[in-house]
């Protein structure tokens, strides 16, 4: 009976065909599912974009500058979509930055601020580079939409406290210096620009105060003790001047230019008594 | 010869009173000099450096560094100067 039922199973197994699953694999290239030309073209300009991305995001990781900014031209060239459009004019003006153009980069930044409004590292290398290439009054304006857009941002305040300083704007400096040290009360170089700006105001004791908190938090900071130091002599604490100065001396042999005032500050007062 | 000894004298004591004057007033300009120094040295610290590039992603999300470091409220993750940078 047994041996009856094995030619019927054996039939069974083979009748019953096992399919074999097809294995997909994700193509990285998508192939066009149309024949329309003008999608065909948006394609190929993607492509375009995400290549030339790719290759000149690893020549500016490489410093190549030049090879950079080329593969960037080509990308605006092509007009993308946002975010890429505003992402290459900024991506192309750190290139060019680093090739010196900082005319043609506060351009690329500009024209990264036209395509989006909110664009905050655009607007922060904005005033790097207009504060290099001497636009005091163009970096103002942009710090101003900054510190509207982001009014606690760090770098914002820092930067428009800068500017306000170098236009002799000393009301708005201070209130960014101390809005700066109000989020983040251990930021010595704060302390220390705060310090400037009352100096100039002719707030000495104030002055003073600053550089000695910069001073508590960065005991070895040269350009702080200096700075105590002029406070110090303008006060007719000549003894205490004379050691600051010493001090700032001794701990600024990495700025050649500090550490000779300093040198000249210290022997001028030495060799006066 | 009395009379010439006692002008003598005085010319001395007012040639050394007005060295002295004069010396003071070095000094004093010397002081002055040395301050107006100063607080031509007294110069704000550095501009803040550039922020680095950006992926073709764009600038929106938390994968975004510059655009986190431009937004940041903590000077360190803003990338400022600190006191050995400046």
Excluded at chain 1, 62 to 88: C, I, M, N, Y
């Amino acid at each position: 009976m047994r041996l009856a039922l094995l030619p019927v199973v054996l039939a069974g197994l083979i009748a019953c065909e096992m399919p074999a699953s097809a294995q997909t694999y994700s193509s990285t290239r998508p192939i066009p599912a149309t024949t329309s030309i003008p999608t065909l073209h948006a394609q190929a300009v993607a492509r375009a974009v995400h290549e030339r991305f790719r290759i000149g995001l690893a020549a500016l990781d490489a410093s190549d500058w030049g090879r950079a900014a080329t593969q960037f031209e080509a990308v605006v060239a092509l007009h993308p979509t946002e975010p890429k459009g505003s992402t290459a004019w900024y991506d192309l003006a750190i290139a060019q930055a680093n090739l010196g153009q900082n005319d043609a980069a506060a351009a690329s930044l500009n024209a990264a601020l036209a395509l989006d409004h909110a664009f905050l590292a655009a607007m922060a290398n904005l005033i790097a580079i207009d504060l290099r290439r001497g636009d005091v009054r163009d970096a103002r304006e942009v710090a101003d939409r900054f510190v509207a857009l982001a009014p606690d941002s760090a770098r914002a305040l820092y930067s428009r406290g800068l500017i306000a300083l170098r236009m002799d704007n000393f009301a708005v400096a201070r209130s960014d210096f101390a809005k700066l040290l109000s989020n983040d009360p251990s930021y010595a170089v704060a302390h220390y620009d705060l310090g400037v700006t009352e100096a100039r105001i002719g707030a000495f004791g104030t002055a003073q105060h600053e550089f000695a908190s910069a001073l508590a938090l960065a005991p070895r900071y040269a350009r702080a003790r200096f700075a105590l130091g002029t406070i110090l002599l303008r006060e007719g604490h000549r003894a205490e001047a004379l050691a600051a100065f010493e001090r700032a001396a001794r701990d600024s042999s990495d700025d050649p230019t500090l550490h000779g005032l300093a040198i000249a500050m210290r022997d001028a007062i030495a060799t006066s008594h | 010869m009395m009379m010439s000894r006692r002008v003598v004298h005085r010319i001395t004591i007012a040639s050394l009173l007005f060295l002295s004057a004069a010396g003071l007033g070095v000094a004093y300009a010397n002081a002055g000099a040395m301050i107006a120094l100063t607080r031509d040295q007294l110069l704000p610290s550095a501009a803040a450096g550039l922020l680095g590039p950006i992926s073709e992603e764009g600038r929106t999300g938390w994968a975004c560094r510059p655009e986190r470091a431009a937004a940041a409220r903590s000077p360190k993750a803003a990338e400022l100067p600190d006191t050995d940078t400046h």
